[in-house]
């Protein structure tokens, strides 16, 4: 390590699914293999490039026997220092599979059917204390070993909706020595949809995020909410006329926007690979001399996958000229198998395309292709491929398809997006836009795009791609990190008395 990187703070980022898994071989050998899912995806290129532990659970039971056989250690696995934490089995179930997801994540993508559930019962009462609590308790106890055992400036960053307790766990020891500065990747509804919580699961919730520094978000919708939440439901704060930042009492903590985006320079090596043309060979065997309307999405409720079905039945319908002359191809990555409306949605997304394909197919022409599976360079190469990208959340922090799409497209590919992405304030003025719930209205647009002059496909589509190109995800990081040392500067002249995480 050299000097000046000994300077430097440590950065310690803390999320709940990390950037390997394991599995044990036969000769009790580990391969590490790369997480999967957008978090860690964003991630990845900022622990190569920065000294950074990263702290995230053991998943399986291949990930408890690695953890087992280095003691719990940090571990530098391909440049990045790694811990893994094998949490209690019980309290990791709780945790993972009643409240951050679905709980959490379907109030934040707003997802309920609001009639007829959430139920919040005993069990959710007992997984919010013995899984949710316990979890982020687990963390901040890792991470506080770290710090006093490196005893140097840190800055931790906590990611997502896994670890909202995390900052007030982390402040009642550290105290104010360390930053904290968590980020959301998901989207903050306002005060309404955390209504459905009781008051005081939602106070803990909003008073554990208040402990840290600053709070990043997508978009300044999301931050605006997040300001707007905290003061409805916390009596002790105010944001004095702002729309960025709460007070608690007189500690300001703000809410900023970093717009995540994708690796550029990785993701234009994987477009260079072998495997990707021998991925795009097989993809034009399929395709052939048709229209690619794409999808790529984990099979996940708030992505909208029946939705978008329905319109391309729409569009077959509406548009019979179409017939034959377009290929939907839905690339679908399974996703919390262990979560019930997972395991639904799947089997509804399948009936559903089986039921498109026995109305319109005839003998040469299959015309929804759904394929389920893990294969990323399949999805880079069907991205390259599109004539038309469809993304249409109900909800989406940002939506990293639309991005990556845009940037490794080849064929002047239009994106049809959703108004409630947060890629649509970057890209919306470029895309055509939709609302997720207007079938026919993405029916139309769909028609719009396969329809478009080459000229303006074009045009849209090398915008786009410069716009990603010029926000790539290292000035995501870059913007953060940068935030954190500047305030940590101004600090130190200042010799703060800040208030403590009271609320
Ligand atoms: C998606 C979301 C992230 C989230 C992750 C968790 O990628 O965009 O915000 O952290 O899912 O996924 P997991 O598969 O670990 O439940």
Redesign the pocket.
């Known amino acids: 390590m050299d000097t000046n990187k000994r300077e430097r703070p440590l950065i310690i980022i803390a ?3 990390g950037p390997f898994s394991f599995t044990q071989n036969e000769d009790k050998t580990f391969t590490a293999n790369r ?7 964003a991630l990845w290129s900022l622990a190569e490039k920065h000294e950074v532990v990263w702290v995230a659970s053991a ?1 399986d039971k291949d990930d408890r026997k690695w953890v087992q056989s280095v003691q719990g250690k940090v571990q530098n696995i391909e440049n990045i220092a790694l811990k893994l934490i094998a949490h209690n089995k019980n309290q990791y179930e709780k945790y ?1 599979n009643t409240i ?2 679905p709980l959490l ?1 379907f109030i934040q993508h707003q997802l309920w059917d609001i009639p007829r559930s959430p139920s919040i019962t005993l069990d959710t009462w007992s997984a919010w204390k013995n899984g949710y609590v316990a979890i982020n308790q687990s963390f901040a106890k890792a991470i506080i070993e770290i710090v006093k055992n490196a005893n140097r400036p840190t800055i931790i960053l906590p ?4 670890l909202y307790l995390l900052p007030k766990y982390l402040r009642q020891v550290l105290g104010w020595q360390v930053q904290i500065q968590p980020f ?3 989207p903050w509804p306002g005060p309404d949809a955390w209504r459905i919580l009781p008051g005081s699961i939602r106070d803990e919730i909003l008073s554990g995020l208040l402990a840290s520094n600053r709070i990043g978000f997508q978009t300044r919708k999301d931050a605006f909410n997040f300001v707007q939440t905290c003061r409805f439901y916390l009596p002790n704060t105010s944001s004095r006329g702002t729309r960025d930042t709460i007070y608690v009492q007189d500690r300001p903590v703000k809410a900023i926007n970093y717009p995540i985006s994708v690796d550029v320079e990785k993701l234009s090596q994987l477009t260079e690979s072998t495997q990707n043309q021998l991925e795009k060979n097989q993809l034009m065997n399929i395709i052939g001399d048709r229209k690619l309307i794409l999808r790529v999405d ?1 099979i ?1 409720p708030s992505k909208n996958i029946l939705r978008g079905l329905a319109a391309y039945r729409s569009l077959l319908e509406q548009h019979p000229e179409h017939r034959g002359k377009v290929q939907m191809l839905a690339l679908l990555v399974p ?2 198998t262990g979560v019930d409306e997972y395991q639904s949605y799947l089997k509804e997304i399948m009936a559903e395309g089986g039921m498109i394909n026995a109305e319109f197919s005839d003998q040469l022409w299959e015309p929804v292709r759904i394929v389920v599976g893990h294969n990323y360079q399949r999805a880079i190469a069907a991205m390259q491929l599109y004539d038309v990208l469809v993304v249409n959340p109900i909800a ?5 398809v639309a991005k990556e799409g845009a940037l490794v497209n080849q064929r002047d590919g239009v994106l049809v997006l959703s108004e409630h992405a947060g890629a649509f304030y970057e890209m919306g003025d470029y895309a055509l836009n939709v609302s997720p719930f207007d079938t026919y209205g993405t029916a139309e647009m769909i028609h719009n795009a396969l329809t478009m002059p080459q000229a303006e496909r074009q045009e849209r589509a090398e915008a786009l791609r410069a716009l990603v190109q010029k926000n790539d995800i290292k000035q995501w990081f870059d913007a953060q990190v940068e935030d954190v040392l500047q305030a940590s500067t101004k600090a130190d002249r200042k010799s703060p008395t800040p208030s403590t995480p009271s609320t």
Do not use: C
Not at 159 to 162: E, R, T
Not at 396 to 400: C, E, I
């Open positions: 999320s709940n699914r997480g999967e899912g957008g978090l860690v995806t998943m993972y951050a997801n994540w990611q997502d909706y896994h959301i990747h998901i984990r996940e996703s919390r989406d922090g940002m939506n990293l």
